[in-house]
């Protein structure tokens, strides 16, 4: 029978079916971060039990680490958070990325950059971008603390079977447009909970020609309209991709690993259970104006008339008002960084933005680097001279400002241009004002010390 | 977990759709790493409000939470549920929840069942008129009744057994170890092992 990637994807890990109950999988890799994780190792404990393959369980610290002035925490409970991972991992003999460590990153950044992600792989971590890894063709959601501990106890995880979703999206992106615009623009059209209980592919020529980052970008934000998972059929972009990373297949087992992957992708004659469709040709930057991804707007456009409560407690909340055109809305404070968008590519697309300007006198704005690899790369191109040479804050890799469980937090009533995944309320720091965007958006924003559509600065 | 049959008490009616994680226990709350303690920061932020539904005293001891559609989105942080129950809660009524938050709901003994809007509607609309007024959540006959009124609700048939049972879920899947043990025989030499 014709298959979609997702499908063939959820079939390959069946350990176990039976009618009337969830599909048992088995877990390919369990990636495990400080905040999501001790009490699920405290609850193995307690039972007498271990971790089943802590050779397919993969920790590293990225929530609540400082992302400058060395490797101590600001908190207490954040150094004790961080303490007890160092502890659990070793008791368990699971390999961890230590903060200041060569490694060390955000989760969904360096799974990724080690070739530990990979096509066909069923990947699990107690956080809900874990769909980041949907772009290499991988089936990967995010799970809660019971269901961490579940999977380091017997590397399975009992699941109803989820439906297929499309998503197609066909042409060229405009300049100035990326990735995260067309995550931006779908989300404003479907609203944040359309995808639940969905495995959604992403195909058409626009994802042919988008990089494994914009990829990676686009599956990220698939929890952000409430999808299960998101991914994009491997290809050789892929490939290229993955080849010669350090976990990934090398010499005979390649080409086999190769020639299975090729074998993922949906059938011609499959069918899914909904299509959505869109031109990425008639796409424009997109920035959120309220405190939900699904209230975006171009950036062309005006904060709307509230339509619902929701959109009438976002605008209070937000200060602003209807009618307002988007580009007239000041910022005080600049983050790039996050799972969605800290990766090299984004840093050099902000990076072109800036060059040889200065971040606007009014703004504060910082770049934290995915991970420890990402920010060595950046430095060795000479990126980091060209962000502190406009004025920017280069940190150390971690979460940072995307949540702030850190120090780098908003104050309250302040308003930034983020290149983050949520825009809710007190997300960044309590009060604080989070308008999602683009790396060169938030770049662009953070020149002009305003939103402003980047077009007019290419 | 904890066997869980019925939950018989009043209601909170939150009126808001699209509540998030964040909002439910916001992040700087995440540092605990025990499982309880958590109540005293349910919806943090929002209870800065006098008038914010949690501080109103005719809903103290409520026991249900009624509240809007895709309850829970965001992350997913079990802190969540955990929060809701440490702070009394035993039920959720909602029309739709997000993925995550519902499988954490199971895993944690909190009954979250779904019922169409106009139903929720009525239940919201109740607690507000009275706030005295009862309802059960009762996961063995799968519905919500009160004064005149019983809504039936569906639920996964395997989650709604395993907290009727107060089963054991690592145990359950436990019992499929040789079903494991041949799955892993088979896995590609090529997959990646961390180490
Ligand atoms: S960067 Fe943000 S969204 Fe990504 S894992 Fe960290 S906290 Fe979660």
Not at chain 1, 186 to 206: K, P
């Amino acid at each position: 029978m014709p298959s979609t990637l997702g499908q063939k994807l959820w079939d390959s890990h069946i350990v176990r079916t039976a009618p009337g109950e969830p599909d048992l999988l088995y877990v390919d890799l369990h990636l495990v971060h400080e905040v999501t994780s001790p009490q699920a190792f405290e609850g193995l404990r307690l039972a007498g039990r271990h971790v089943r393959r802590p050779d397919l369980t993969l920790a590293t610290m990225d929530h609540n680490v400082p992302t400058r002035g060395g490797a101590r925490a600001a908190d207490d409970l954040s150094r004790k958070q961080m303490d007890v991972l160092a502890e659990n991992c070793r008791r368990e003999g699971i390999p961890l990325h230590q903060i200041g460590s060569r490694r060390q990153g955000i989760v969904h950044v360096i799974g990724p950059e080690l070739g530990l992600t990979q096509p066909g792989m069923l990947i699990v971590c107690g956080d809900s971008h874990t769909s980041t890894h949907g772009a290499f063709g991988a089936l990967a959601f995010g799970i809660g603390t019971s269901e961490v501990e579940l999977v380091l106890a017997t590397q399975c995880l009992p699941q109803t079977r989820a439906r297929d979703l499309a998503v197609t999206v066909e042409g060229d992106l405009p300049l100035g447009v990326t990735a995260k615009d067309v995550v931006l623009g779908l989300i404003g059209r479907t609203g944040i909970s359309f995808g639940q209980g969905h495995l959604v592919e992403y195909r058409g020529s626009t994802m042919r020609g988008l990089s494994m980052e914009g990829r990676m970008t686009l599956c990220n934000m698939s929890i952000e309209w409430g999808a299960k998972a998101g991914m994009v059929s491997p290809d050789d972009t892929t490939y290229a991709y993955l080849e010669r990373r350090p976990h990934a297949p090398r010499g005979a087992a390649w080409d086999l690993a190769v020639d299975y992957w090729r074998s993922l992708a949906t059938d011609v004659d499959a069918v899914f259970d909904h299509e959505i469709l869109l031109d990425a040709t008639r796409l424009e930057p997109h920035v959120t104006w309220g405190t939900n991804p699904g209230q975006v707007a171009p950036v062309t456009g005006r904060v709307p008339e509230p339509l619902t409560d929701t959109d009438v407690r976002a605008l209070r909340y937000m200060d602003l008002r209807p009618g307002t055109a988007l580009a007239d809305i000041a910022i005080d404070r600049v983050f790039i960084g996050s799972c969605t968008n800290a990766r090299l590519e984004d840093l050099r697309a902000a990076s072109k933005v800036i060059a040889g300007k200065h971040v606007h006198p009014k703004v504060r704005a910082m770049v934290v680097p995915g991970s420890a690899t990402v920010k060595r790369a950046a430095e060795d191109e000479g990126l980091d001279a060209i962000f502190k040479a406009a004025g920017f804050e280069w940190r150390n890799a971690g979460c940072s400002m995307c949540l702030g469980m850190n120090p780098d937090i908003l104050a309250p009533g302040e308003r930034c241009a983020s290149t983050s995944n949520r825009n809710f309320e007190g997300r960044q720091g309590a009060g604080g004002r989070t308008h999602l965007m683009s790396p060169p958006m938030a770049a662009a924003a953070a020149v002009t010390g305003h939103l402003v559509d980047v077009r007019e600065l290419l | 977990m904890q066997a869980v049959k019925r939950v018989t008490g009043r209601m909170l009616p939150l009126d808001r759709a699209d509540v998030d994680t964040d909002q439910i226990i916001p992040k700087q709350f995440l540092k605990r790493i025990e499982r309880t303690g958590f109540g005293p920061f349910l919806f943090y932020d929002w209870r800065q409000a006098e008038d914010f539904v949690l501080n109103r005293p005719e809903h103290d001891g409520a026991s249900v939470l009624v509240t809007g559609a895709n309850f829970g989105c965001g992350s997913s942080r079990e802190h969540a549920p955990w929060a809701i129950r440490d702070a009394g809660f035993r039920a959720i009524v909602a029309p739709t929840y997000a993925d995550i938050f519902k499988a954490n709901c199971y895993k944690t003994g909190l009954l979250a069942v779904t019922l169409p809007d106009s139903q929720v509607r009525h239940l919201m609309d109740l607690a507000l008129e009275d706030p005295s007024a009862q309802v059960t959540v009762d996961l063995e006959k799968q519905e919500v009744r009160g004064d005149g009124f019983a809504y039936r609700f569906e639920i996964d048939a395997f989650a709604r057994e395993n907290m009727l049972g107060g089963l054991d879920e690592i145990g359950l899947v436990e019992r499929h170890q040789s079903s494991i043990s041949t799955y892993e025989a088979q896995r590609s030499a090529w997959l990646p092992a961390v180490k």
